[in-house]
């Protein structure tokens, strides 16, 4: 029987648990936010990012060749051509011979990644690895490869240099004060439901209060704690005697006896 069973949790409830358990939570929060930060300090490998910028549009050779809104709807249409051109094996292959680069073609291409702001003729080429100047070397070499690649493959000057690229000497992967925030709160939320449930599900009637509750009577009264008093008494015969019940006595019994036992030898 479940004399709690369709009991509807109220936020005294709530927060009652949450009085009786802030101390666990703030601990367990503890933990986990410093088990996180040692991990990540003992197993954390710094990489480093480069970016690059390119500019997609036709460039005539005529100085007074005046740009038209067709030429514009041209370079957005071939953004994503100039993107799988440009991670190519024409281009990444060369970049690995001209830069005696110790890699395959699979896993230059995992380190790069292309970004175009919506509604721009942009692409934003990036580089990362494990050495900034590393990074920035072969973004360049790519992006440099790729204009030329690209532009030959399209028969015309479609694709830009606009910005080598960039040096930020602050790890890409490092792990942020937002995250251990982030953390801090799921297992705090967590571990606050955890405690919860197994409130619920604890169906014994501590308090007076509980039992008119749950059980619909009256209580007249309360019996007093024998345990205690019993545990009293042992520790003064204990004190007293020696040990437990009539232990003392036995004592006494064995020495008399052994002394009448004596006398008579």
């Not at 036709?58 to 071939?78: C, G, K, Q």
């Not at 003729?121 to 690649?149: F, M, N, P, Y």
């Not at 020696?242 to 004596?262: E, H, I, L, T």
Request: aromatic share 12%; with cysteine; hydrophobic share 35%.
């Amino acid at each position: 029987m479940n004399p709690k069973k369709g009991h509807v949790i109220a936020f005294s409830d709530m927060w009652e648990v949450f009085l009786e358990r802030w101390k666990v939570l703030i601990l367990i929060v503890a933990i986990a936010v410093g088990g996180m930060f040692a991990v990540t300090k003992l197993t954390f490998t710094p990489r480093y990012q480069s970016t690059a910028t390119l500019y997609i549009l036709r460039r005539e050779n005529s100085s007074d060749y005046s740009y038209s809104s067709s030429d514009f709807t041209i370079a957005l249409n071939v953004v994503n051509d100039c993107t799988y051109l440009l991670k190519s094996h024409a281009v990444l292959d060369e970049v690995i011979e001209k830069l005696q680069l110790d890699t395959t073609y699979l896993n230059l291409y995992r380190t790069i990644s292309t970004k175009n702001p919506s509604n721009t003729r942009i692409l934003e080429v990036t580089v990362e690895t494990e050495d900034l100047a590393l990074s920035k070397r072969i973004v360049d070499q790519v992006c440099t490869e790729g204009v030329q690649k690209i532009n030959e493959a399209m028969g015309f000057n479609q694709v830009n240099f606009y910005e080598y690229g960039t040096m930020n000497p602050q790890p890409s992967n490092k792990t942020g004060a937002k995250t251990y925030l982030i953390v801090a709160m799921i297992t705090g939320v967590l571990a606050y439901f955890l405690f919860l449930v197994i409130a619920q599900l604890d169906d014994s009637l501590e308090t007076k209060e509980e039992i008119e509750q749950y059980l619909g009577i009256s209580v007249i009264g309360e019996i007093p704690n024998f345990n205690e008093n019993e545990r009293a008494g042992y520790e003064y015969r204990k004190k007293r005697y020696g040990y437990g019940y009539g232990y003392g006595y036995r004592a006494d019994n064995k020495k008399k006896a052994s002394s009448k036992g004596g006398d008579k030898a």
